[in-house]
């Protein structure tokens, strides 16, 4: 029973890492173009003014644009560029958490049945309520600038030089480097999503065969029954909690292709797990870019299930 559960793990794997791949790979070349070029710019000169709204200054729209349109070690890479504060590192970690690498994670939940664009409004409206919200509580506790409060700088961050000049800075780069970025950026994409899938399919596969994910879904009833889903899920739930929005999906495609999960549990598990997803890597990435790993990890699962028991709420009526 083991090694056919093995085999069956890596099939699915594999399956799941294809459905995958073929959602992700188009769209992280097409984004690591679009990061060069002038309507990048343009987008993020646009938005820089709105960062006071968080008590932020300027220069914070460089990582929280890079984010949008990426991932979370894009995020970093775009902090180091600049000397934030803890305060300002932490409300840029919590917006660019809700709502961060918005083309592939849109894309990948309209591939599994989520209703992508309401998820990616709901994504919007949270970044600018978790800006504004933590804004408030770093202020408070962090030594930061109330929302609103922060003079505008007397120089645009993206005519500093190294970003929006030609000095091969965060934005700029010829196209040998920008070929290398997308080729080691897929390769590292392949690499990682088989180095996860692998293991957690085969992992789910002996706990369906054990009937361990029931064991734990009666443990961990009253989380369901508080969220407002079934428990069939919790173990989707716990996967993108743990793992990512990415790996979630995939466990939730394959839930889907043994026993669908109703419309209702399908769009409270996006309301959740695009609030918090891959809460332990992110939080430890971001507290090495200097925010508070506490604010971050505490806040993001209190306001996952906030919201969460919220949007249940407006479902049953």
Request: proline share 4%.
């Amino acid at each position: 029973m083991i090694s056919q559960a093995i085999k069956d793990g890596i099939i699915k794997a594999l399956r799941t890492a294809l459905m995958l791949l073929k959602i992700m790979i188009p769209i992280y070349v097409g984004v690591t173009l679009l990061r060069h070029t002038a309507f990048f710019f343009w987008l993020a000169e646009k938005i820089e003014p709105a960062m006071r709204l968080f008590g932020l200054p300027g220069e914070a729209v460089v990582p929280i644009v890079v984010g949008a349109f990426s991932d979370e070690y894009a995020t970093v890479a775009a902090m180091g560029g600049f000397s934030f504060n803890m305060a300002q590192a932490t409300i840029i970690a919590m917006v660019v958490l809700a709502f961060h690498g918005l083309p592939v994670e849109t894309a990948i939940t309209r591939k599994i049945g989520m209703p992508s664009l309401r998820i990616a409004l709901f994504r919007f409206g949270l970044a600018v309520l978790t800006g504004v919200i933590v804004s408030l509580l770093a202020a408070l506790f962090l030594g930061g600038n109330m929302p609103g409060t922060l003079s505008p700088p007397g120089e645009s961050a993206l005519s500093a030089p190294g970003i929006y000049s030609g000095a091969g800075g965060v934005f700029d780069a010829g196209w040998g480097l920008m070929f290398q970025e997308m080729i080691l950026g897929v390769l590292n994409t392949i690499f990682i999503i088989l180095r996860v899938l692998i293991p957690l399919m085969i992992a789910i596969e002996l706990m369906m065969k054990y009937r361990v994910i029931e064991a734990i879904a009666n443990k961990l009833g009253f989380f369901c029954r508080l969220l407002g889903i079934g428990k069939d899920a919790l173990l989707p739930l716990l996967v993108g909690l743990f793992l990512g929005v990415t790996f979630g999906a995939g466990a939730i495609a394959e839930m889907n292709r043994v026993r669908p999960l109703p419309k209702k549990d399908m769009a409270l598990l996006g309301v959740f797990l695009f609030s918090c997803h891959g809460i332990f890597e992110a939080t430890y990435l971001f507290a090495l870019a200097g925010a508070n790993a506490i604010f971050v990890s505490v806040l993001r699962l209190a306001i996952a299930i906030g919201v969460t028991i919220a949007a249940r709420f407006v479902l049953r009526n």
